[in-house]
């Protein structure tokens, strides 16, 4: 695909990885409408990316409200070519220490919300004569599991599921699906999942390189699922 004046949805813009995809796409030309909570996150984001960043003042749990966003935003003459589900939460316990409210938000933000909006955005992009992309971020989370994380591990192997039949459904009508499953991203998430940072993680900025890769590619190649891990998780030798 090439990016040039193409309209993309990433959900979670308002720092982080969501952030740096939203800037990726800027610069190559395309128009975002940038989804989080906190309007002055998406406020500066908009002050730095000028007038092809949109930001969008959205709880993406809330499925009535991401109906009438999408059906006051977009229609079949103007839809989406992109949408990045990005947007995710990480809290991890022991699994009798998980109070329910966690693991519902959780479920609700990573999982619900994606199905939410992803078949609104489908439903748009099944009509288009042009190529479109749906990219799920989910996480290595996704493919190993780890103690003390049940919740978050159920939401991104559930991710992981949702892409393989969602990219089995959509292709014949022109619509890609990638499941991006990154480890540790030096990133706010770490501080708000109460987690322990490593000293040597993936820079937001090199996966939302790779996310342009993924949706540059030409129109009949599809990236269909791609694990990315720092190479060496402890911070080099001085
Ligand atoms: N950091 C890592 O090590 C790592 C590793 C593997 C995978 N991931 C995945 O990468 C994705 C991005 O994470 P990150 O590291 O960039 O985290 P982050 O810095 O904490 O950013 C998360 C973003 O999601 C938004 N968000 C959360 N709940 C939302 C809601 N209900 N409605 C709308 N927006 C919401 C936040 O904005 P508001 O709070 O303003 O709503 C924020 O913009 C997540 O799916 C995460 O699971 C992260």
Not at 120 to 129: A, F, R, T
Not at 135 to 143: A, E, H, K, V
Not at 196 to 224: C, K, R
């Amino acid at each position: 695909m090439i990016l040039d004046k193409k309209t993309a949805v990433v959900t979670g813009a308002g720092k982080g990885l969501g952030a740096a995809i939203a800037a990726a796409l800027v610069r190559k030309g395309a128009t975002v409408y940038g989804i989080a909570r906190n309007a002055d996150a998406l406020g500066e984001l908009k002050n730095k990316l000028g007038d092809l960043f949109h930001p969008v003042r959205l709880d993406i749990t809330r499925h009535d409200e991401i109906g009438k966003w999408v059906s006051d935003t977009f229609s079949e003459e103007n839809s989406p070519d992109i949408l990045v589900n990005n947007a995710g939460v990480g809290s991890f316990s022991k699994i009798d220490e998980t109070p329910t409210e966690t693991w519902l938000d959780m479920m609700n933000t990573n999982l619900n919300s994606t199905f939410f909006i992803t078949s609104q955005i489908s439903k748009l992009m099944k009509k288009k004569k042009t190529v479109s992309h749906i990219i799920n971020i989910g996480s290595i989370l996704g493919q190993v599991g780890k103690a003390e994380s049940t919740a978050y591990c159920a939401t991104k192997f559930g991710l992981k599921g949702f892409s393989e039949a969602l990219y089995l459904e959509l292709r014949f009508f022109g619509i890609k699906v990638t499941c991006l499953s990154p480890g540790s991203i030096e990133t706010d998430f770490f501080k708000s999942s109460g987690i322990h940072a490593h000293s040597n993680m993936l820079h937001p900025q090199d996966l939302a390189d790779t996310v342009i890769h993924v949706l540059e590619t030409p129109d009949n190649m599809l990236i269909n699922e791609l694990a990315i891990r720092p190479l060496n998780p402890r911070s080099p030798e001085k």
